[in-house]
C-alpha cells in the first residue's frame, strides 16, 4: 500500500457512511473498495490513479454510495500532501459472475 493509498483509505473512512477496504471483506453488501491502478512521476511530482469501487445491496444503494464518494473527494485535496484531485469518469461496475452491484469512480491524484 502507498502513502497516498492510505492517505485516501482513511480520509474516506472518516467521511463516508460505510466502511472503506482495501480488499473485500467477506459477507458484506455496504462497503467501498480502493484499488490503486497505477503511478507516474513527473518532476519530482507523483501522479496516482485510483479506482474506488462503491458497493451495494441494489444497483441504486451503490450509484447513491458512488455519490458520496464524488462529495467527499474534493475534500481530500485539503490535505498538505495532495496538490490536486480530479475525478477522470464514473460508471456502473456490477459484477455480472457474482451479482454484486457496484459503482466506480476512477480518479487522478497529484501528490507530493
Excluded at 496516482?48 to 451503490?62: D, K, M, V
Aim: proline share 3%; no cysteine.
Amino acid at each position: 500500500m502507498t502513502i497516498i493509498s492510505k492517505l485516501l483509505l482513511d480520509y474516506l473512512d472518516q467521511n463516508l457512511s460505510v466502511s472503506v477496504y482495501m480488499e473485500a471483506p467477506e459477507e458484506m453488501t455496504d462497503y467501498v473498495l480502493l484499488d490503486q491502478t497505477g503511478s507516474s512521476v513527473s518532476n519530482h511530482v507523483t501522479t496516482t490513479t485510483i479506482a474506488i469501487q462503491s458497493y451495494g445491496a441494489s444497483l441504486y444503494g451503490a450509484m447513491l454510495l458512488n455519490d458520496e464518494v464524488k462529495e467527499a473527494m474534493p475534500g481530500f485535496a485539503a490535505l498538505p500532501e495532495v496538490a490536486r484531485v480530479e475525478l477522470e469518469t464514473d460508471y456502473n461496475f456490477t459484477n455480472t459472475e457474482t451479482k454484486q452491484y457496484r459503482w466506480q469512480a476512477v480518479y487522478q491524484i497529484t501528490h507530493y
